[in-house]
């Protein structure tokens, strides 16, 4: 993509709610959350209900918040550093292709390793392919708009090779190795996509509670700007540099700057979502 484009206005497209990506059948173990009583506990002493499921809303958060981010952020962080390392290679661009595919695999079977239940698992592949195909269909250039570059072309071969590999079940297409690639594709700072990334996980689960009805609309977006935006730069501000450690020396004593989840009972009830006797949600 041209380095002189407005970083603004594509974040401006990826922060559209109305963007096909599939967010909106997942409340990231929410549903479960609710379920299983948690709402209503999570703060005994708040006067009425309604405040209670506010503040049982933002617990919610902050620890998904927490956990997501020290989990999948550091795969976001990689797979966009990847990326940008294809951009700045000059090689033959099978040579460029096959070396770059080859790291984004690791990261993805790691994270797959890493991901500990099945709920996740399926919300977190059925997300990433969605952003693949965005890429290609929705954020590539449309022929006879004008002449792509290489590198516009080689990235649009990049991903189309990708999504093909997780088509035909070669490799997983998680969320956060996904959106690494995408905003790598797109020229967004490595920065930005890291906090749009954690921004759109805690509007997501907002939105997940106003479908379940436990806030209304207004709340959600007093929420947003309240009591969530602090949660995520505190995230993203404690997490931003944290790496795999895949592409790195291995015998580093660092395992504390390495992915990790930090919530076990957000584990265990994303776990019992299919056990629900009745839910809206796919995690």
């Given at each position: 993509?041209?380095?002189?484009?407005?970083?603004?206005?594509?974040?401006?497209?990826?922060?559209?709610?109305?963007?096909?990506?599939?967010?909106?059948?997942a409340s990231s173990g929410f549903e479960s959350?609710?379920?299983?009583?948690?709402?209503?506990?999570?703060?005994?002493?708040?006067?009425?209900?309604?405040?209670?499921?506010?503040?049982?809303?933002?617990?919610?958060?902050?620890?998904?918040?927490?956990?997501?981010?020290?989990?999948?952020?550091?795969?976001?962080?990689?797979?966009?550093?990847?990326?940008d390392a294809f951009k700045d290679l000059k090689?033959?661009?099978?040579?460029?292709?096959?070396?770059?595919?080859?790291?984004?695999?690791?990261?993805?079977?790691?994270?797959?390793?890493?991901?500990?239940?099945?709920?996740?698992?399926?919300?977190?592949?059925?997300?990433?392919?969605?952003?693949?195909?965005?890429?290609?269909?929705?954020?590539?250039?449309?022929?006879?708009?004008?002449?792509?570059?290489?590198?516009?072309?080689?990235?649009?071969?990049?991903?189309?090779?990708?999504?093909?590999?997780?088509?035909?079940?070669?490799?997983?297409?998680?969320?956060?190795?996904?959106w690494g690639v995408l905003t790598g594709a797109?020229?967004?700072?490595?920065?930005?996509?890291?906090?749009?990334?954690?921004?759109?996980?805690?509007?997501?689960?907002?939105?997940?509670?106003?479908?379940?009805?436990?806030?209304?609309?207004?709340?959600?977006?007093?929420?947003?700007?309240?009591?969530?935006?602090?949660?995520?730069?505190?995230?993203?501000?404690?997490?931003?540099?944290?790496?795999?450690?895949?592409?790195?020396?291995?015998?580093?004593?660092?395992?504390?700057?390495?992915?990790?989840?930090?919530?076990?009972?957000?584990?265990?009830?994303?776990?019992?979502?299919?056990?629900?006797?009745?839910?809206?949600?796919?995690?």
């Open positions: 993509m041209d380095t002189g484009f407005d970083e603004t206005y594509v974040l401006l497209l990826l922060a559209d709610s109305n963007l096909p990506t599939g967010s909106f059948v959350y609710g379920t299983h009583g948690f709402l209503s506990i999570s703060c005994a002493s708040s006067a009425g209900k309604g405040r209670a499921a506010t503040a049982g809303t933002v617990d919610f958060i902050q620890d998904s918040l927490h956990t997501y981010a020290r989990s999948a952020l550091p795969f976001v962080s990689d797979a966009h550093r990847t990326v090689g033959k661009p099978e040579i460029e292709h096959h070396a770059t595919i080859k790291k984004l695999l690791e990261l993805d079977e790691l994270y797959e390793t890493m991901t500990l239940n099945h709920v996740a698992k399926r919300a977190s592949k059925a997300q990433g392919v969605a952003l693949l195909t965005l890429y290609t269909k929705g954020f590539s250039c449309p022929s006879g708009l004008g002449d792509e570059d290489r590198l516009s072309k080689n990235l649009a071969v990049l991903i189309d090779r990708l999504k093909l590999m997780v088509r035909g079940e070669e490799t997983h297409g998680h969320l956060p190795v996904c797109l020229g967004i700072s490595l920065l930005r996509a890291q906090h749009l990334f954690l921004f759109l996980h805690a509007r997501s689960l907002l939105s997940s509670a106003v479908r379940l009805n436990t806030i209304g609309p207004y709340s959600s977006q007093q929420l947003l700007l309240h009591s969530v935006r602090p949660l995520v730069e505190a995230e993203v501000s404690q997490n931003k540099d944290m790496r795999t450690g895949i592409f790195m020396d291995m015998h580093r004593n660092d395992a504390d700057n390495r992915p990790a989840t930090t919530w076990p009972l957000g584990e265990i009830l994303a776990v019992r979502h299919d056990l629900q006797h009745s839910r809206i949600f796919n995690s």
